[in-house]
């Protein structure tokens, strides 16, 4: 298994990015995917997740702006992020595991390599 985010920049708020995440190893169908956060200072947090079938889940601090995405002809899976602001700054990771999907970090197995988000007040 084996997943690579990408994406990341700076930004001013209020603007927006995509991130990616190129995936492979692993059949679409049976994990979860995740996108986590982690601040400066802070615990690594779990943001957006969406299961095998589609069923997607949004932490309540990027509700309504980020949206998560797959694209499984590509094994892609995107972050689109909107409305972003300063407290958005954080390195950004991708995660996946087999079985539902949850925004526990200690959940998942397999992980990205972070990209890191940077939104300018």
């Known amino acids: 298994v084996q997943l690579q985010a990408y994406g990341g920049g700076l930004v001013q708020a209020g603007g927006s990015l995509r991130l990616s995440c190129a995936a492979s190893g692993f059949t679409f169908d049976d994990y979860a995917i995740g996108w986590f956060r982690q601040a400066p200072g802070k615990e690594r947090e779990g943001i957006s997740c969406?299961?095998?079938?589609?069923?997607?889940y949004y932490a309540d601090s990027v509700q309504g702006r980020f949206t998560m995405s797959s694209d499984n002809a590509k094994r892609m899976v995107y972050l689109q992020m909107n409305s972003l602001k300063p407290e958005d700054t954080a390195v950004y990771y991708c995660?996946?595991?087999?079985?539902?999907?949850?925004?526990?970090?200690?959940?998942?197995?397999?992980w990205g390599q972070g990209t890191l988000v940077t939104v300018s007040s």
């Open positions: 969406v299961s095998g079938i589609g069923d997607t």
């Open positions: 995660a996946t595991r087999s079985g539902d999907i949850t925004t526990e970090t200690s959940g998942y197995g397999y």
